[in-house]
């Protein structure tokens, strides 16, 4: 299985500031990289895919970015509706899909 | 708009089979990959395998001896069988979307089954 480890677990931030979430595989996946945001109760949104592409409707305060092994989900600046938490997701082996922990972003 | 909903019973005892059914509308099941996702209570997210729309299946290795995706094209469903469930089988079970790239595009609601006595 090809293990997908984010950084950190939880990170508290204020509305406005620049976060950056980091997330690594266990052998190079070249782009094949997804990320999703997830609100309590609700199934996950997809936000960016083929590590930095942003999926349609996603602000523009979202980007991703790397390849290989060390990937990076960036918001600019923090909305209030940002506060979710958010996986990773490789799409490189289906045997199997595997995701990421999951980084928890709070309120500070 | 594509949307997914879950269906289902809440409660299976240890032991047996959870059988879960997602019915897609909005769209064509067609030309599409169909998978089914769960999340134990306040932990991350497990991809238990997919059925493309010609009815070819993948699972994860980890739950392959237990687990059986089957779709019904003409009322556009797919199903989830899960044999010999325990009580680590509890989670929040979602059915999703791919086009083929593997990017999660459309969830269901998700529905909490718990396996308990």
């Known amino acids: 299985d090809i293990q997908m480890t984010q950084s950190p677990s939880s990170l508290s931030a204020s509305v406005g500031d620049r976060v950056t979430f980091t997330c690594r595989a266990s052998q190079s996946i070249s782009s094949y990289l997804n990320w999703y945001q997830q609100k309590p109760g609700k199934a996950p949104k997809a936000l960016i895919y083929?590590?930095?592409s942003v999926q349609n409707g996603v602000p523009s305060r979202f980007s991703g970015s790397g390849s290989g092994t060390d990937f990076t989900l960036t918001i600019s600046s923090l909305q209030p509706e940002d506060f979710a938490t958010y996986y990773c997701q490789q799409s490189y082996s289906t045997r199997p899909i595997t995701f990421g922990q999951g980084t928890r972003l709070e309120i500070k | 708009q594509v949307q997914l909903q879950e269906s289902g019973p809440g409660l299976v005892k240890p032991s047996e089979t959870l059988s879960l059914t997602c019915t897609v509308s909005?769209?064509?099941?067609?030309?599409?990959?169909w998978s089914w996702i769960r999340q134990p209570p306040g932990r991350g997210l497990e991809w238990i395998g997919y059925i493309y729309y010609s009815g070819s299946t993948t699972y994860n290795p980890s739950l392959k001896s237990r687990v059986t995706i089957s779709l019904d094209t003409s009322k556009s469903q797919f199903s989830l069988n899960l044999t010999s469930v325990t009580a680590a089988d509890t989670a929040v079970y979602y059915c999703a979307r791919d086009k083929g790239d593997k990017l999660f595009d459309f969830w269901g609601q998700g529905t909490l089954v718990t396996v308990s006595s």
């Open positions: 909005g769209g064509s099941i067609n030309s599409y990959f």
């Open positions: 083929a590590a930095s």
